[in-house]
């Protein structure tokens, strides 16, 4: 990793804190894409202190639409190059929301940012060869199926639920993206980090959170969960490997909706039109 960009999202706590630390003493160059700038100055000092060089730091809110354009934009008029992309932000929601956008709010962390923010950057990638993406799904996956006539839970809204689908629709991204993908330049994988003692969860308190914190004591640490999202971005072991889902670093099959072809292509189509993604942003995934 000496000398390669990485750029992960959601990187000021937890798993996505806990890989920038990783792979920046591998030697990587990192740009962390964080919401709060408070945490985020505060998890650079802490990263760099581990041995990262030269942190690099994007405010943005993953919730907007243009936000993420607007993340997007900022790194590609500083960098030519990007060789790991690091999905990782996420949420899980104690009531139904919506974004700036009318989205909701877990649908439009968890998928849409990565499917617009990685669609924006596949250019630099693809000009990277060969480099990779890799997207933070969960087991949480297993349960869940796609909810096509109220993909956003406007009938009736579960946490657990729409965390779930969009978990689902991280493998069906990752699915979908990798027969547009020349693996020969760049692969996409997924996986699930385990059940992790960090901040996630606790965004909006409540009963939820609680729940989450006397859980703790059950979870792995944050270095351990982030082991399969590192592995995948760095190791030569799954380098050419791609459209794969991941548990404790090494392959293995997804649930019975997750392998579904036609699930994954029609949420790519569900995606572009809730993104509105411009054909010069599509146009560079090639179809292998």
């Not at 919730?63 to 934009?73: D, G, K, L, T, Y």
């Not at 689902?168 to 991204?173: E, Q």
């Not at 959170?209 to 703790?216: C, D, E, F, N, T």
């Not at 072809?261 to 572009?272: C, G, H, P, Q, R």
Request: aromatic residues 6%; contains cysteine.
């Amino acid at each position: 990793m000496q000398g390669k960009t990485v750029l992960i999202t959601g990187a000021n706590q937890g798993i996505g804190k806990a890989s920038a630390i990783a792979l920046g003493k591998l030697g990587a160059k990192l740009v962390l894409v964080c919401r709060n700038r408070e945490k985020a100055e505060q998890a650079v000092a802490e990263i760099e202190k581990e041995g990262a060089k030269n942190v690099e730091l994007i405010i943005g809110d993953l919730s907007s639409q243009a936000e993420v354009r607007r993340v997007a934009a900022e790194f590609k008029a500083k960098h030519d190059r990007l060789d790991v992309l690091l999905n990782n932000a996420g949420v899980l929601v104690t009531s139904r929301r919506t974004t700036i956008d009318g989205i909701e709010e877990t649908f439009a962390i968890n998928h849409l940012a990565y499917f617009l923010l990685t669609n924006l950057l596949l250019d630099v990638l693809e000009a990277s060869a060969p480099a990779r993406i890799v997207n933070v799904s969960s087991e949480a996956h297993r349960g869940a199926w796609m909810h096509w006539d109220d993909l956003q839970f406007e009938k009736s809204f579960s946490s657990f639920q729409a965390y779930g689908q969009s978990k689902l629709c991280n493998i069906l991204f990752t699915r979908e993206l990798a027969k547009r993908l020349d693996p020969k330049k760049v692969t996409v994988n997924c996986l699930h980090p385990g059940v992790v003692a960090s901040g996630f969860g606790q965004t909006y308190g409540g009963a939820m959170s609680l729940l989450i914190r006397v859980a703790h004591i059950f979870m792995i640490n944050t270095e351990k969960g982030a082991r399969t999202q590192v592995y995948l971005a760095s190791s030569p072991e799954v380098a050419g490997v791609s459209g794969k889902y991941f548990d404790k670093c090494r392959e293995k099959p997804p649930n019975r909706e997750a392998q579904s072809d036609e699930n994954a292509k029609k949420l790519w189509d569900v995606s572009e039109r809730l993104t509105s993604k411009t054909e010069a942003a599509s146009s560079h995934a090639s179809v292998n």
